[in-house]
């Protein structure tokens, strides 16, 4: 008894290097498998050099704000809502410069974009990135953040206010370096007093080798697709169009297409709105894409200082939305259009009731069809 209790003993003793063999190769296992996974998914560095990156649509949380048209409680399913939701957009740069330490660009030219007898001041404004490291490299429909120089009111820094990028990831030299911005000075009255805005009164008196405090890039909501077959329809109010200048360059401007190789077959529709002829901004550009790609590009303007709507008052870029409902209509039906929107907050309950009213017209209930639109990541907006 006692014999066979001290070899079970020295028999399970015996057991031990063998189990903690066993225990030491399961740990060293789980350790590389832990290293392997931490080397694969550590942070790259942003080289400085300007990236053809893929962009995919989705939808995004944003600045912009929708109207409030209140969804139904009950969805059906469309040819719109067919396409698979949303993909990521990994490979968008964003906050690579943050508020607390922005990058320093130096501005390489500031120019008014308005004609003789303009309303107001308008201006395109360029920045050197070229000593930003890691660089600052962004992508079409991505708004920066300037930090304008001094203080405010209580003695502190000025916050930062976003601008939309109006310059493809190449620039407007294709060199890549650059970023370029179209800034409205805001004025308003007040008590009898005009007020400048801080941040684009600064803007638009900068000069070109002033330094200037820049952050981001930030923003995936207003990102092109990567489909060459696309069919993009913009609508912008006065600096709204910043983007879309971006866009169009991508599109029609022939160095730039040369860079991007991006050969782009859709259809591309904008509609400005601008209140004096003298406001249209990149005006030349627009007429010299319409002249090279008349089966590609259509450019409707509604200036509402100078034209009537069918109601007698000021022209507006939802007008003409209702004026050509049909063809906007039929193209949202199909699948690879997509529809920008950007510049002043205060269209957008009016382009809802021009699409309300359009839709109707082809027996379509918007309210349905906008979240539809949202969801499959084929609806964009930025107002301000
Ligand atoms: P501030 O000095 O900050 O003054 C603005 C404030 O003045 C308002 O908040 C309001 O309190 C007050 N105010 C304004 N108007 C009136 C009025 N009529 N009566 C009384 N009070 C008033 N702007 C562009 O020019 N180009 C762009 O491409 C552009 N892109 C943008 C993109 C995004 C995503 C966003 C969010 C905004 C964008 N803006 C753009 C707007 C820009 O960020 C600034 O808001 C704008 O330039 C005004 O800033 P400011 O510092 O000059 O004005
Ligand atoms: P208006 O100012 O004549 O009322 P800008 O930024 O250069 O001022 O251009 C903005 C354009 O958008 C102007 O033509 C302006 O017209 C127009 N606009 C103003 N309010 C609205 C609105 N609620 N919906 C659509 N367009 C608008």
């Not at 708004?143 to 939309?164: C, Q, T, V």
């Not at 002829?277 to 089966?295: K, M, T």
């Not at 929107?341 to 309950?349: R, S």
Request: hydrophobic letters at 35%; charged letters at 30%.
């Amino acid at each position: 008894m006692v014999y066979s209790q001290a070899k079970v003993i020295a028999g399970g003793l015996a057991h031990i290097p063998i189990v903690i063999g066993l225990f030491y190769f399961i740990m060293t296992f789980f350790n590389k498998r832990a290293i392997d996974y931490a080397e694969a998914n550590k942070p790259k560095k942003v080289e400085k050099k300007v990236v053809e990156t893929k962009v995919q649509v989705k939808e995004s949380s944003s600045v912009s704000s929708e109207t409030k048209t209140e969804a139904p409680s009950k969805v059906e399913n469309t040819s719109i809502d067919k396409k698979p939701m949303k993909k990521k957009h990994a490979d968008v740069p964003v906050n690579i410069y943050r508020p607390k330490t922005p990058f320093e660009g130096t501005v390489t030219g500031n120019y008014s974009l308005l004609k003789e007898g303009a309303i107001g001041r308008v201006n395109h404004i360029t920045f050197d990135l070229k000593e930003s490291d890691p660089f600052l490299n962004y992508v079409e429909g991505q708004s920066i953040g300037i930090m304008p120089a001094g203080e405010d009111a209580n003695g502190k820094p000025h916050k930062l206010r976003l601008y939309s990028i109006a310059s493809t990831r190449h620039g407007d030299d294709f060199e890549g370096n650059t970023v370029s911005l179209c800034v409205r000075q805001l004025q308003y009255e007040k008590d009898g007093e005009t007020i400048n805005g801080v941040c684009s009164s600064y803007l638009c008196d900068i000069k070109p080798g002033d330094k200037v405090k820049i952050t981001g890039p930030v923003g995936k909501e207003m990102l092109l697709p990567d489909e060459e077959d696309a069919n993009i329809v913009m609508l912008a109010t006065g600096t709204g169009i910043a983007p879309m200048r971006a866009y169009l360059r991508r599109m029609f401007e022939a160095t730039e297409k040369e860079k991007n190789k991006w050969n782009f077959k859709g259809k591309a529709w904008l509609f400005m709105g601008a209140p004096k002829s003298a406001n249209l901004l990149y005006e030349e550009d627009l007429q010299r894409y319409l002249e090279n790609y008349p089966d590609n590009f259509k450019y409707t303007k509604a200036i509402s200082r100078e034209q009537q709507n069918t109601k007698g008052g000021r022209m507006y870029i939802q007008d003409r939305v209702l004026e050509s409902a049909n063809e906007i209509f039929n193209m949202i039906e199909d699948e690879k259009t997509h529809i920008y929107l950007c510049g002043l907050k205060g269209m957008e309950p009016g382009i809802d009731e021009a699409m309300t009213k359009a839709a109707e017209e082809k027996g379509l209930n918007w309210a349905e069809l906008r979240p539809q639109l949202k969801k499959a990541g084929r609806w964009h907006v930025e107002t301000y």
